[in-house]
């Protein structure tokens, strides 16, 4: 036979409850015990902020704390193909074919359509 202790029963349930709640799923701008932090992070360049802690998740070309610093995509080499320059703007960037040139195909090429920009030097491709 069993003893099945009344007592105890309500107290592990009553601990289970707390241990429950204190982890409850905050929402997203907010983290901490039962939620009441709200997060540091600029909404709008973040993606979330982690209901424990607070630390912030940012969106790509944003870094920081808060996510309050724009990353110089340009800075990092080979993003933009040869005969272009790389513009950063936040949160992004762009890649500009120099003048006389027009993106094609992810490289810049020239405006008429059998001669191309590499590497800086213009070259003719050859018809068959």
């Known amino acids: 036979m069993i003893l099945f202790d009344l007592k105890d029963s309500l107290r592990y349930c009553k601990n289970y409850l707390i241990f429950f ?23 709008e360049q973040s993606i979330s902020c982690d ?8 969106k790509p070309g944003w870094h920081g704390t808060g996510c ?8 990092m080499s080979s ?17 500009v074919c120099d003048t006389g040139t027009t993106m094609a195909n992810g490289i810049c090429v020239g405006k008429h359509p059998h001669t ?5 030097k213009e070259f003719t491709v050859l018809s068959k």
């Open 51 to 58: 209901s424990v802690s607070g630390t912030c998740l940012c």
């Open 79 to 95: 993003l933009c193909p040869a005969s272009s320059t790389c513009v950063n703007s936040p949160g992004s960037y762009a890649c």
């Open 68 to 75: 309050e610093t724009d990353t110089d995509e340009c800075l």
């Open 21 to 43: 709640v204190d982890f409850l799923e905050c929402s997203t701008w907010s983290y901490g015990h039962n939620c009441n932090n709200q997060c540091t992070c600029i909404q």
């Open 116 to 120: 191309l920009y590499k590497y800086g």
